[in-house]
Each structure stands twice: as C-alpha cells, then as structure tokens.
C-alpha cells in the first residue's frame, strides 16, 4: 500500500538573473577583426546563449515534471483516502443491509436471504480488512510534515474511533442478532463517528486539493518564466544577428561590393581605379591581392603592348625580306631551269664527243694496224735490198719487186693520209708521216726506176738505196710507235668522255633535284610571307585589343608585413 509522503518541492523558486555588462566595440573598432574571429565570437554568443536556454528548458523541465509526479502521487494518495471512505461506507451499508435480511429471514425462514444476509457479513468484514490494513500502513509510515501528520494522525483517530464504537459493536451485535442494540449503535454512535471519520476524510482530501493547487500554480509560473527566458534569448539573439550584420556591413559586405566594382573596372578595362580600403581582415587580403592583381595586369599589359610592337615591327620587317626572298627564289629557279636546259645540251654535246672519240680510236687502232703492216713491209724491202746486194745477178727482179713495194707503200701511204684527215686534229702528225712515207714510196719508184735504167752502172747506188730503205724501215717504226701513241690516247680521250658523260648526267640530275628544291623553297617563301602578313594583322588586331586597356599608376593599398602576418 503505497504510503503518505512528503515530497513537495519548496514554493516557488525565484530564477536568478546576473545582470553583467557586455562589451561591445564600435563598429569601427570591429571592422578591424578578421571575420573569421568575428565569426567565431557570434557562434560563441550564440552557443552560450544555446546553452542557457538550454539548460533553464532543461531546469524548468525537471521541476515540471517533478511537479507533474507529485500531483499524481497526490491524486493517488486523494483516491486511496476516499476508496477507504467508500470501503467504510460499504462495510457499514453491507451490516445494515444484513440485519435487515436477517429479520426478514427470521421472520419468513427465509434460507436464500439469510444466505444473502450471510454473504453481506462476509463482504463487510473483507472491506473492514482492507480498511485496516490501510490504515496498519498509514501508522507505520506517517508523515513527518507538521499539517500532514496532524490531518493523519486525525484521520486515524476518527477511523479507530469509528471502528471501537461504531463498526465493530454494530458486527458484534449482529452475529448475536441483537438488533436493538445493533439499530441504537449504528444511529447513535455509527452516525456521530461516521460524520466524524467522514470530515477528517474530507479535510485530508482538501488538503491534497490545495497541495495538488499549489503545484499547478508554481507549474505555470515556471512556464511563464520559461516563455519570458525564452523571448529575452531570442530578443537577445536577434540583437546580435542585427549587430553582426552591421559589423560585417562595414567590414566584409560594403567592401566587397566596392571590391565587385574594381573587379568590373578591371573587366573593363581600366586599370586607373585607385584602391583605398586597409583592414587586417580577410577582405584586406582581398584588396591586397586585387591591388596586386591591378599591378600585375598593367604590367603585362605595358609588356604586351610593347610585345605587340616589336612583333607587328618584326613582321614587317619579316614580310618584306619574304617577299624579297620569294623574288630572289623565283630569280634563282629561272637560273636553275636555264642552267638545266644548258647541262642538256652539254651533255648532248659530250655524249656526240665521246661517240667522235669512240670512232677516232677505232680509226686509231686501224692506222696502227696499217703502220705494222707498212713496218713488215720496210722490212720486206730492207732484205730485198740486202738481197740486191748479195745478188746483184738479180737486180731487174728486185726492181720489180721494189718497183711493187713503193706502189703498195705509195697506196698505203694515201690510206694513211686519208685515215689521218678523218682524225682531225689529232691526225695532223700521223699526216705528216703518212706524207713522208709517200714521198719515200715515190722517192723508191723513181730509184727503183733509176736502177733498173742504171742497175749496171751503179752498185754502189744500190748499197747506199739499201741504207735508204734501213733508214726508212727505221722511220716506219717510228711511226707505228705514233700510231699507237695516238691510239692510247685516243682510248683515253673516249673513257674520259664517257666519264664525263656520266658525271654531266649526275649534274644535271642534281640540277633537277636542286629546281624542284628551289620550287619548294619558293612556295614555302611565299607560306611563310602568306604568315608573316596575317601574324602582322593578327599583331595588329591585338595592339586593337590591348589599347583598351587603360594604364596608369595611381594609389593603391599597400597592407603591411605585420597585418598579413596576422591573417596567416
């Protein structure tokens, strides 16, 4: 059986405010900070105030629910005292419900109602039990707060008052059906004692009542004060939203839209724009990189314009020597096709020359066969001269047969003649000896003609026409040793055309190579003056571009090493 206790919590608790001043710095004192510390100082004010709020809802909570179990430990404790009311009025209605089934039973011997009477006794005494033991439970666990206990203690009192005099005579009478007695106690006694039992119930209960009140008073109190921390948080939140957008106005937003103005002179162009804002936040970061960002540019802009000159005067100057040289290029093709067509006819000349040479050796080679031939015919005349001279007895014979001899050597000589004039200039020597040998052929016939007229007159003539005829044998010898010199070189003179021959071909192959070189040189010339024309027009149209670009030194913030140390 749950007890009586006192558990309420104290009235109610006045919540304490300290009230301590905040320090707020000028804006413009406050524009210095960087914005990550001003970030970082709003989220402070903003995770102290969470936590405030949050532990007052966490306080106001506890004492709420606190509150909430004491009103129903009180509402249990009002039920249970009024179930013993009820349990007390039952058991007295059930006692008097019994006598009078019991006299009506008497009466009509009745065993059904005296049954009912019997069974109403019976439930009687088990209410008494719960009553008692209530009440066993109420005595062993009183409570210690002053008007409780005494309302308990009264309560208790008027309930054994109530059962001494009251319930218990009304059963002892009823189990000895004495009616009488048992009708004088329950209208006397029962009725005072219940009226008293009834009251101290009725007081306990008002004072559970006025407790359970009170609670719920302090309750809503706690929960208007609650709202009240809760709108002061919120008041005070909003103030520090309202004055973190006034600080980062002045120091992040207002700079940041001058920055976007800068940004958008740039864009356009013009680099004059001075630059004035100083701060150590991140947003004079910014302009110092912006300002570094102006200066760089106009940097490159001077060096681009002044690249953008020297290229559009090396382009001139680079188009002008291409197409002086695309000129020259196409000079030096028409010198390369006509020295081509000059190699063609040299070479068509050479290869005639080195035919001519190939014949002249042929002819060469046949004189020199002829010369032998003429030298074995010296030597034939030279024995027979010999032969004159041992056998003057045949003398007449020999003069025929160098009358023969000069003939065939007349002949010869003429055939040499002729084979030396076709060799042209090369032949002129073997002429001269083809002339020579003529002349002694002729010179023979007539000696031969001489001694056959004075043979007999003039052995001595034929000894000294024997050391003629030696002389001349001697002479031809010489001459076929010309002859093969010729021929020698002759040979040389068609291997050394045929060379050339080749070479001159090799030149003129060269020469093509060297023309279709030049042609590609020529149409590479002109790409590249094609080139330099449109690099010129390309410059141009970039000096175009840069010229809009407005350069000019002017102030610009210049933060110092300290403050960007700072924001590192």
């Known amino acids: 059986m749950l007890g009586i206790e006192s558990s309420l919590p104290s009235a109610s608790r006045a919540s304490k405010r300290r009230s301590s001043k905040s320090f707020r710095p000028s804006l413009k004192s406050a524009s210095g900070l960087k914005i990550s510390t001003m970030l970082m100082i709003c989220m402070a004010f903003f995770l102290v105030l969470i936590v405030a709020v949050g532990g007052l809802a966490a306080y106001f909570l506890q004492q709420s629910g606190d509150a909430l179990r004491t009103i129903n430990r009180q509402d249990q404790r009002a039920m249970q005292i009024l179930q013993l009311n009820n349990n007390m009025m039952e058991a007295r209605v059930s006692l008097m419900s019994a006598a009078r089934f019991y006299q009506e039973a008497g009466i009509d011997n009745d065993a059904n109602m005296l049954q009912s009477a019997d069974n109403l006794v019976i439930m009687a005494n088990q209410k008494l039990d719960e009553v008692r033991k209530a009440f066993a439970d109420i005595r062993a666990n009183m409570p210690t707060e002053p008007e409780l206990r005494r309302l308990a203690m009264g309560l208790v009192a008027s309930y054994q008052a109530y059962l001494d005099d009251g319930i218990e005579p009304m059963v002892q009478a009823l189990e000895t059906r004495d009616y009488s007695t048992f009708y004088f106690v329950s209208e006397g006694f029962g009725v005072l004692r219940a009226a008293t039992f009834q009251f101290r119930i009725e007081e306990l209960s008002k004072f559970y009542n006025d407790q359970t009140d009170v609670l719920l008073e302090q309750t809503e109190l706690q929960t208007r004060v609650a709202n009240i921390v809760i709108a002061v948080a ?28 800068h940004f958008d002179y740039i864009a356009n162009g013009d680099l004059t724009k001075k630059i004035t804002y100083r701060s150590a936040n991140e947003v004079g970061v910014l302009y110092d990189s912006m300002r570094r960002m102006q200066q760089s540019l106009q940097s490159i802009v001077l060096t681009v314009r002044q690249g953008v000159d020297e290229i559009a005067s090396g382009s001139s100057q680079i188009f002008a020597g291409n197409t002086d040289l695309s000129s020259r290029t196409e000079q030096q093709a028409a010198a390369l096709q006509e020295t081509a067509a000059s190699l063609e006819e040299l070479a068509s000349t050479v290869r005639q020359n080195a035919d001519n040479a190939g014949q002249a050796d042929q002819l060469a080679h046949n004189a020199a066969k002829v010369a032998r031939q003429g030298g074995e015919s010296v030597g034939a005349v030279v024995n027979t001269m010999n032969q004159i001279s041992a056998r003057s007895g045949q003398v007449a014979d020999i003069v025929n047969v160098i009358d023969g001899i ?30 020579e040998v003529r002349s002694l052929a002729q010179r023979s016939a007539q000696a031969a003609k001489e001694i056959k007229g004075l043979i007999e007159a003039s052995q001595n003539e034929v000894q000294t026409g024997t050391q003629q005829v030696a002389s001349a044998g001697d002479i031809i010898q ?91």
């Open 478 to 568: 010489e001459v076929v040793r010309a002859v093969n010199s010729v021929t020698t070189l002759m040979s040389e003179i068609s291997s050394a055309s045929q060379e050339q021959t080749a070479g001159i071909e090799q030149i003129n192959t060269a020469v093509a190579q060297m023309d279709a070189v030049v042609q590609q040189n020529a149409s590479l010339v002109e790409e590249a003056a094609a080139a330099a024309g449109s690099l010129q027009s390309q410059s141009e149209t970039l000096a175009e571009a840069v010229s809009q670009f407005k350069v000019q030194e002017g102030d610009v913030i210049d933060m110092s090493e300290r403050d960007y140390d700072r924001l590192r």
């Open 234 to 261: 919120l008041l005070l939140g909003l103030a520090i939203i309202v004055a973190m957008r006034l600080i980062l106005g002045r120091a992040a937003l207002k700079p940041l839209r001058e920055a976007g103005m």
């Open 406 to 435: 000069a003939f065939q050597t007349n002949i010869l000589a003429l055939n040499a003649a002729v084979e030396a004039a076709r060799a042209g200039e090369q032949g002129k020597g073997f002429a001269v000896v083809a002339g």
